[in-house]
């Protein structure tokens, strides 16, 4: 086993860090976030920072790296613009042209063009979404904290729509991520379709673990 402690970390190649660092929270959802400007001007960027604060009401977070000197964050700039965002999942035959959208594309360049995805618009909401994806979700802002510690934000959204197959819906109320084909990202660069999985009721101190 490798056992590395801070100040081994601290002296990394900058880049080996990042990759390194990036890879231990897992297998996290990779989504595509869509956003415009007050113009108009279409946005779309991939995402893994995602995680759920709550169900009622339904609330979705993700942490957003701040513009730089050498680079601007258009999809912050945007949401805090507009107020609102939509969040796409994506299967494994679009993974390519997702990853693309990470790539630093100008203010005026749309990634939905620059990348090969169809928008589309739903009435009444101010962000666009990916025509055909398999789990989409508008989220408007509830709130926005950017964090002291490295500078990050956390961009807090409430869910105002919400789009799925119907057949992916278990009776329970849950989706089957699996049957939607949705990926997950290891890292910065590894995408990956899990299987459906093992599932299990509630765990309870009185009984022993129940599959279902
Ligand atoms: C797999 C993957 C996950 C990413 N996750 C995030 C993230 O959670 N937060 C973030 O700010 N940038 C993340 N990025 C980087 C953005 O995609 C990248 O900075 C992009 O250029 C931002 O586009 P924008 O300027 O149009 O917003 C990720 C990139 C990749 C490849």
Redesign the pocket.
């Known amino acids: 086993m490798a056992h590395l402690t801070a100040p081994d970390i601290a002296a990394m190649v900058p880049q080996a860090r990042a990759l390194l660092i990036?890879s231990l929270p897992g297998y996290?959802s990779?989504m595509l976030?869509g956003?415009c400007d007050a113009a108009g001007k279409e946005?779309?960027?991939?995402?893994?920072?995602?995680f759920h604060l709550g169900s009622s009401p339904p609330l979705l977070a993700?942490?957003?790296?701040p513009?730089t000197g050498e680079?601007?964050?258009?999809?912050?700039?945007?949401l805090l613009e507009t107020r609102c965002w939509s969040l796409n999942g994506f299967s494994l035959d679009h993974a390519e042209q997702a990853?693309q959208?990470?790539?630093?594309?100008p203010?005026d360049q749309s990634?939905f063009d620059a990348c090969g995805f169809d928008s589309e618009w739903l009435d009444e909401f101010g962000a666009p979404f990916i025509k055909g994806s398999p789990l989409q979700i508008g989220c408007l802002l509830r709130e926005h904290h950017p964090l002291e510690i490295n500078g990050?934000?956390m961009i807090i959204g409430e869910v105002q729509h919400l789009k799925y197959p119907v057949t992916a819906q278990r009776g329970d109320g849950g989706l089957s991520l699996s049957d939607m084909g949705l990926v997950a990202?290891v890292?910065?660069?590894t995408?990956t379709q899990p299987h459906a999985g093992l599932r299990f009721a509630p765990a309870d101190t009185t009984s022993p673990p129940r599959q279902f």
């Open positions: 990036n996290k990779a976030v956003t946005n779309l960027a991939m995402v893994s920072s995602h993700m942490i957003l790296r513009s680079s601007e964050r258009h999809t912050l700039h945007n990853h959208t990470s790539a630093p594309y203010k990634e990050t934000h990202v890292g910065l660069d995408y």
